[in-house]
């Protein structure tokens, strides 16, 4: 049966010599007289591939499904709920990798710096801002005519949101004036270069927000206002930033975004074929390593970040 095989975005690979190790966020494998032919095989599932079988030898295949690393849909799907099914648990398993950034434990506890607590809000700020230049390029180079009013609607329904976010960041004062005319920090620019690039093709734009939405038991305003209203009692000197960022996650769900359009227009459209598949997982997986960089990023500056 033919399927989209991946390996997750959060899983690296090296060769040392004749060795090759392969990192997963569980474990490490090391695999010792490693042809070279197994490097050309990761690099493709790296890229996601549409295939009957993964082209990996049976007993390391086995071993980096055990781990969550490697990753197969059917393709095409039996039906539209089966594969979303099978797509967002992709989506909410990748969003963990994510959070497993060394950023997020410290934020978490409550210890982070007001310099790292302000690099994470002008971040979102700035991945706004991003979105309705993205959003309004998928719209206009959609190449399906039928998938072409929902992304105008997405873009007007979004578009001078981050305005919101923008008047919350001032309200802190100044820590929150600088993180909103400083510039984006190199991940968040390559975040928003790569939703642009991703533009006209439809199935790996839509496939990203299945990250960007992660994980999909969020799916009420009043989980996303208790969740940043934690953030707002744990970072008080930021409370103003937290609540505009919490409005604006609230404003989406009354706008009816708390399902994403890649399920609303399969809705319609019915299950999507493999090469559909395989470009909404390809968008997915980039999504997540994306935004880990991000939160990576930002820790590497702690140092420098104390306000």
């Given at each position: 049966m033919t399927a989209v095989w991946i390996l997750?975005?959060?899983?690296?690979?090296?060769?040392?010599?004749?060795?090759?190790?392969?990192?997963?966020?569980?474990?490490?494998?090391?695999?010792?007289?490693?042809?070279?032919?197994?490097?050309?095989?990761?690099?493709?599932?790296?890229?996601?591939?549409?295939?009957?079988?993964?082209?990996?030898?049976?007993?390391?295949?086995?071993?980096?499904?055990?781990?969550?690393?490697?990753?197969?849909?059917?393709?095409?799907?039996?039906?539209?709920?089966?594969?979303?099914?099978?797509?967002?648990?992709?989506?909410?398993?990748?969003?963990?990798?994510?959070?497993?950034?060394?950023?997020?434990?410290?934020?978490?506890?409550g210890q982070a710096s007001a310099g790292e607590v302000f690099g994470l809000l002008g971040q979102m700020y700035h991945r706004t801002v991003g979105a309705d230049l993205h959003n309004r390029c998928a719209y206009e180079r959609c190449p399906l005519p039928s998938l072409r009013p929902l992304l105008l609607s997405h873009f007007q329904d979004e578009r001078g949101h981050a305005a919101m976010i923008a008047d919350g960041l001032r309200r802190c004062g100044a820590p929150g004036c600088r993180v909103v005319d400083n510039p984006a920090l190199a991940s968040t620019r390559r975040l928003i270069a790569m939703m642009v690039s991703f533009s006209s093709l439809p199935a790996t734009y839509l496939g990203c927000y299945g990250v960007f939405h992660a994980p999909v038991t969020i799916r009420d305003a009043a989980t996303v206002q208790q969740q940043f209203a934690a953030f707002a009692q744990r970072y008080p000197f930021a409370a103003p930033a937290f609540d505009a960022v919490s409005r604006h996650a609230q404003l989406d769900y009354r706008l009816g975004h708390e399902e994403i359009m890649l399920a609303r227009w399969l809705r319609v459209?019915?299950?999507?074929?493999?090469?559909?598949?395989?470009?909404?997982?390809?968008?997915?997986?980039?999504?997540?390593?994306?935004?880990?960089?991000?939160?990576?990023?930002?820790?590497?500056?702690?140092?420098?970040?104390?306000?």
């Open positions: 997750g975005p959060h899983v690296g690979y090296r060769r040392e010599a004749r060795t090759l190790l392969i990192d997963t966020p569980q474990w490490q494998l090391q695999i010792d007289n490693a042809p070279a032919g197994l490097d050309l095989a990761l690099a493709s599932l790296a890229n996601g591939m549409l295939a009957a079988h993964s082209g990996l030898p049976p007993a390391l295949q086995q071993q980096l499904m055990e781990c969550e690393a490697l990753h197969a849909l059917p393709a095409p799907p039996a039906d539209v709920d089966r594969f979303l099914e099978g797509f967002f648990a992709l989506c909410d398993l990748w969003a963990l990798g994510v959070f497993a950034s060394p950023f997020w434990p410290r934020f978490l506890d459209q019915g299950p999507p074929d493999g090469e559909f598949v395989l470009g909404t997982l390809r968008g997915a997986r980039a999504a997540a390593a994306a935004f880990r960089a991000i939160f990576d990023e930002l820790f590497s500056l702690r140092p420098a970040a104390a306000c």
